[in-house]
């Protein structure tokens, strides 16, 4: 599976839009990029996923460059209850099991 | 539809004892995943099973550790001889059973046990 690199923590205040990055260099051709949210003392929580160019669902936005050696998750107008970590995945969606390894995420921290 | 069920949610071992810890995947979900959690760490793959079937255990210690999803009821994992090093939070993840026969790909989590270990 690709690594990715994710900022370890972000703040923000409430009603900002929040952009967090991450870096998956060796993404494969047939790999995703998914999201998943989680609060302190629960399960991760699927968000979004991707494969190029740009995904938005009800919740966030999932930006990808071309070269798909990055991908940006947007969350527009964050709130005091989007407080929790960012995880970045990326792996195979072909149909198999995806073997998800997760990373240390991006604990975003909202401020009032 | 009622999401993944774990039980217990919290567990408490002396060292030595034995853990069990209990996941209902979603309705209509065959597929089955172990993930183990140290505190301020990421969620680390440990199993992933079909009814019956163990597809991959390469995420598992190789002694202690079991997991198992039989025909009816939840699916198990079972650490014997509990070590303070154990003491995580371990979550279940379940997808559904997808065309091909493989599982599609979003997984859906569980609250997790947090087990410790005394």
């Known amino acids: 599976l690709a690594k990715t690199t994710q900022p370890i923590s972000m703040d923000s205040y409430e009603g900002q839009e929040v952009n967090i990055t991450c870096s998956h260099n060796?993404?494969?051709?047939?790999?995703?990029i998914t999201w998943y949210q989680q609060f302190p003392s629960q399960g991760p929580r699927f968000i979004i996923q991707?494969?190029?160019t740009k995904v938005t669902n009800e919740v966030a936005s999932l930006f990808i460059p071309a070269d798909r050696k990055s991908s940006t998750l947007s969350l527009p107008r964050v709130s005091l209850s989007d407080t929790a970590v960012y995880y970045c995945?990326?792996?195979?969606?072909?149909?198999?099991?995806?073997?998800?390894?997760f990373g240390t995420g991006t604990k975003l921290q909202v401020i009032p | 539809n009622a999401g993944v069920m774990q039980n217990p949610r919290h567990l408490v071992r002396r060292r030595g004892q034995e853990a069990r810890l209990r996941c209902s995947p979603m309705?209509?979900?065959?597929?089955v995943y172990w993930y183990r959690q140290l505190p301020e760490e990421g969620l680390k793959f440990m199993v992933y099973?079909?009814?019956?079937?163990?597809?991959?255990e390469s995420g598992m210690p190789k002694e202690r550790f079991s997991a198992e999803f039989p025909k009816e009821g939840p699916s198990i994992l079972r650490i014997q001889q509990v070590v303070r090093g154990d003491s995580a939070a371990y979550f279940c993840?379940?997808?559904?059973?997808?065309?091909?026969?493989?599982?599609?790909?979003?997984?859906?989590f569980g609250p997790g046990t947090r087990l410790l270990v005394l």
């Open positions: 995945l990326v792996g195979p969606n072909s149909g198999g099991y995806q073997k998800v390894t």
């Open positions: 099973l079909q009814k019956e079937n163990i597809i991959d």
């Open positions: 060796n993404i494969a051709t047939n790999d995703y």
């Open positions: 309705k209509g979900h065959s597929h």
């Open positions: 991707g494969y190029k």
């Open positions: 993840a379940s997808s559904p059973f997808g065309t091909s026969g493989r599982a599609r790909e979003t997984q859906y």
